[in-house]
Structures are given as C-alpha cells and as structure tokens.
C-alpha cells in the first residue's frame, strides 16, 4: 500500500506533462527488446528510450521461454500486418546481465523449492538459471532458431549488461535467425 501511494504520488508530475497523447501504436525504432526484470538494468534509462519508442519484454532472467515465443509470433503477424508505407519487421535485442538473480536458481534451496512450486525437474529449473549471461544469450539464441514459429527473417543479437559498470557489451552480433533462401 505504501509502495502504490509512493507511485502515485511520482505518476502526478508525469501526468501533468503528459504530452504524448498523439504517439502511433508503431514504434518510432523496429526493435523489440527482451530484458530481465531486474529494476538496475531498466530499458529505458539504459538505453535512454522514451515513450513510444520501442517494444519491450521484460521476464525473469531475459530468458527465451515459450511465453516469449507466443509474444514474438503475436509480435510478427501484427506487424506484417501493420497499416502503413511497409509492414514492420521487427529486430529482436536479448540483454541478460551480471550479477542476474537467476543465479540462484543453479543450487538449492531456491532450486528445490521452484521445482516443487512449478511441477518442474530439478534439472529443468538448473536450465533456466543465469550464472554466465554471455552463454545465456547464446543458448537462446540457439533455442529461437529451434524454434520454428520464429521467422528466418527476424534479426536477433545479445548483450550483456554490466550492473557494476553500466555498460552493455555486444556478445552476438546482429543476423538473422537463419540463412535467408
Ligand atoms: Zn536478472
């Protein structure tokens, strides 16, 4: 209770200088980013987004799951089909990071008691920890382009965030999913 009031009382300022009632549902840049939910690595200050600007999915760890596999499907068909001058063809952006919370998940007593939680093996949750973000982010990598309701087109690369420097490093280079036919 005391956190909503907390963020109501800083929503004011925002809504009294509220001018972006005009903003287009398609974003200004084409990239969709995928980040942990950790409240040090948030989007929009790291990369200085504001409204408007760019689609974000946020889940714990920045992990490729199947919920994000629906929400990249979802993503692809609406803009294919996007009204406009073209359809938009979105890239996708994986920043995981260090000192990532989902580390924990790698040994008990977290492990145990998720995998009890979630109905899951141990070695199910093991997989969905983040210990070395830059492997991470290529095994997700790998699993979109396993993936097969994820389009070859669709550009994806990696970073790594710092939360001790505040600087992203780029692990996987921007390319598409797979070889283009
Ligand atoms: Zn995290």
């Known amino acids: 209770m005391a956190d909503l009031k907390t963020l109501l009382d800083r929503h004011r300022s925002f809504a009294e200088q509220f001018d972006g009632g005009d903003l287009k549902i398609r ?27 760019a689609l974000v999915i946020r889940n714990t760890g920045g992990r490729i799951t199947s919920g994000v596999v629906v929400d990249l499907a979802v993503l692809s068909v609406l803009g294919a089909n996007m009204p406009g001058p073209s359809a938009m063809r ?13 580390a924990r998940l790698a040994g008990p007593p977290v492990q145990q008691q998720l995998a009890e939680r979630l109905g899951l093996s141990n070695d199910e949750v093991a997989a969905m920890a983040v210990i070395d973000p830059a492997e991470t982010v290529k095994a997700d990598i790998e699993r979109l382009r396993e993936t097969p309701q994820i389009p070859d087109a669709l550009v994806v690369s990696g970073l790594v965030y710092d939360v001790k420097t505040g600087a992203v490093e780029q692990v996987v280079a921007p390319a598409p999913l797979r070889p283009m036919t």
């Open 27 to 53: 974003p200004r840049l084409s990239t969709i980013l995928l980040t942990c939910v950790d409240s040090r690595l948030d989007p929009a200050h790291v990369f200085g987004l504001g409204l408007g600007d």
């Open 90 to 102: 979105p890239e996708l952006v994986i920043i995981q990071h260090t000192d990532c919370g989902m």
